[in-house]
């Protein structure tokens, strides 16, 4: 990204006020507080790979919510759910194709068997090199359940 993911948050803070943009504010002013909570609790500024990480925690909590407000029946609350994970989406790199993601799989797994780690191990070893390749750029639920058929 040529520029850093907390000034351009700011700028869509702004935006979203002049176009009197409520739900899309809420939601940028939601994540600037995370950002900053986490800034305060460490004492010092965080770099963008820490704000994407950030960001994918809010995205995860957004999906996990949209599945237990549809099952409830609740459709009225789990549409708000989605369009915050929109909002959100933006900030993060461009999603991983899925032959990226089934080469990147695969890739970790034969460098994971040539050091000779097989089961549960593996699994673990596997699942930290995709994610140091993916991060912020595929659902690693997903992925995991992805590497997890591949190594059974």
Same mark, same amino acid.
């Given at each position: 990204?040529?520029?850093?993911?907390?000034?351009?948050?700011?700028? #869509? %803070?702004?935006?979203?006020?002049?176009?009197? *943009?409520?739900?899309?504010? @809420?939601? &940028?002013?939601?994540?600037?507080?995370?950002?900053?909570?986490?800034?305060?609790?460490?004492?010092?500024?965080?770099?963008?790979?820490? %704000?994407?990480? /950030? /960001?994918?925690?809010?995205?995860?909590?957004?999906?996990?919510?949209?599945?237990?407000?549809?099952?409830?029946?609740?459709?009225?609350?789990?549409?708000?759910?989605?369009?915050? &994970?929109?909002? &959100?989406q933006e900030f &993060?790199?461009?999603? #991983?194709? %899925?032959?990226? %993601? *089934? #080469?990147? /799989?695969?890739?970790?797994?034969a460098e994971v068997? *040539?050091? @000779? /780690?097989?089961?549960?191990?593996?699994?673990?070893?596997?699942?930290?090199? +995709?994610k140091a390749e993916?991060?912020?750029?595929? *659902?690693?639920?997903? +992925?995991?359940?992805?590497?997890?058929?591949?190594?059974?």
């Amino acid at each position: 990204m040529s520029k850093m993911l907390k000034p351009q948050l700011a700028d #869509a %803070v702004k935006n979203a006020m002049r176009a009197k *943009d409520a739900p899309r504010l @809420g939601t &940028l002013r939601f994540l600037q507080a995370a950002i900053k909570q986490k800034e305060v609790d460490e004492r010092r500024e965080l770099d963008d790979t820490e %704000v994407i990480a /950030i /960001i994918e925690k809010q995205v995860k909590q957004r999906r996990e919510s949209i599945s237990a407000f549809e099952q409830a029946g609740r459709t009225e609350t789990a549409e708000q759910e989605k369009a915050e &994970l929109t909002v &959100l989406q933006e900030f &993060l790199p461009q999603a #991983a194709s %899925v032959e990226e %993601v *089934d #080469a990147t /799989i695969a890739s970790a797994i034969a460098e994971v068997k *040539d050091q @000779g /780690i097989t089961g549960g191990p593996a699994m673990g070893k596997v699942m930290a090199i +995709v994610k140091a390749e993916l991060a912020g750029r595929a *659902d690693m639920t997903a +992925v995991s359940a992805q590497v997890k058929a591949h190594l059974m």
